[in-house]
């Protein structure tokens, strides 16, 4: 099994700053994929940021240019960096990551962080 903790979130004010940290444990092969994904109250859940094993990199247009997504192989961890916070990026923030626990390849997702943008 693969498990994922996650750590970061918080309340901030527009415009500001807030870092999400990602790390994988368990019985890991091999992990091709680590991102992170949001879903707002009374919406579907969307892709974030992704990072490959090989390190492309993929960001949802209305967070380019404001997030940054960070992976190391090594320690199995994923970070973002989130800078000019809106209150429309408020939403509990998933980590998953896409790995190979013994049974092949499989998506794996952590408990959630809450991240809160107010005016």
């Known amino acids: 099994q693969v498990q994922l903790v996650e750590s970061g979130g918080g309340l901030v004010q527009a415009g500001g700053s807030l870092r999400l940290s990602c790390a994988a444990s368990?019985?890991?092969?091999?992990?091709?994929?680590m991102g992170w994904y949001r879903q707002a109250p009374e919406k579907q859940r969307e892709l974030v940021a992704s990072?490959?094993?090989?390190?492309?990199?993929d960001y949802a247009d209305s967070v380019n240019g404001r997030f940054t997504i960070s992976g190391d192989n090594a320690k199995k961890t994923v970070t973002l960096q989130m800078i000019g916070l809106k209150t429309e990026d408020t939403a509990v923030y998933y980590c998953?990551?896409?790995?190979?626990?013994?049974?092949?390849?499989?998506?794996?997702w952590g408990q959630g962080t809450q991240v809160t943008v107010s005016s």
């Open positions: 998953y990551c896409t790995a190979d626990s013994f049974g092949g390849l499989r998506r794996y």
């Open positions: 990072i490959t094993s090989g390190g492309r990199i």
């Open positions: 368990g019985s890991i092969l091999n992990i091709t994929k």
